[in-house]
């Protein structure tokens, strides 16, 4: 299964990181933007499962972390980036900050543009719960 994911800049909850850690076990592909915080622990954790891993990474190398994937894709603003990430991949698992959905956060757009395309979404809450949209 190929999995994307999107998730906070601020990085992920312990539970978080062990729900990720169980979810994967499922996929095969992992999708991830190259971002501090989430995508670089997620990027972490995938690579420690063996997943193959594509990188999909921003434009802005403000927020960029270096991730050494198997494969690289070309850099975009973070909008076109995050769709990329949806639409190349059969789930969205996302890690927002907190369970409040924001209108200014690359998170929360991201599981919105999911959404509207009828792409599964499972939401991992800091807290450890979870919701499959």
Same mark, same amino acid.
């Given at each position: 299964?190929?999995?994307?994911?999107?998730? !906070? +800049?601020?990085?992920? !909850?312990?539970?978080?990181?062990?729900? *990720?850690?169980?979810? *994967?076990? @499922?996929?095969?592909?992992?999708?991830?933007?190259?971002?501090?915080?989430? &995508?670089?622990?997620?990027?972490?954790?995938?690579?420690?499962?063996?997943?193959?891993?594509?990188?999909?990474?921003?434009?802005?190398?403000?927020?960029?972390?270096?991730?050494?994937?198997?494969?690289?894709?070309?850099?975009?603003?973070?909008?076109?980036? &995050?769709?990329?990430?949806?639409?190349?991949?059969?789930?969205?698992?996302?890690?927002?900050?907190?369970?409040?959905?924001?209108? +200014?956060?690359? !998170?929360?757009? !991201?599981? +919105?543009?999911?959404?509207?395309?009828?792409?599964?979404? *499972?939401?991992?809450?800091?807290?450890?719960?979870?919701? @499959? +949209?």
């Amino acid at each position: 299964m190929k999995i994307g994911f999107t998730g !906070t +800049r601020e990085g992920m !909850t312990d539970i978080q990181k062990e729900r *990720l850690t169980k979810g *994967l076990a @499922s996929g095969d592909h992992f999708h991830h933007g190259a971002c501090v915080g989430a &995508d670089s622990e997620a990027h972490t954790i995938a690579k420690s499962l063996s997943l193959y891993i594509v990188v999909h990474p921003p434009l802005s190398k403000e927020k960029m972390v270096e991730c050494i994937g198997d494969e690289c894709r070309d850099a975009e603003n973070y909008l076109a980036r &995050d769709q990329n990430i949806v639409d190349e991949t059969e789930i969205l698992y996302a890690f927002p900050k907190g369970k409040k959905e924001l209108l +200014r956060s690359g !998170t929360w757009a !991201t599981i +919105r543009y999911a959404l509207k395309t009828k792409k599964p979404v *499972l939401i991992f809450y800091p807290d450890g719960a979870m919701e @499959s +949209r």
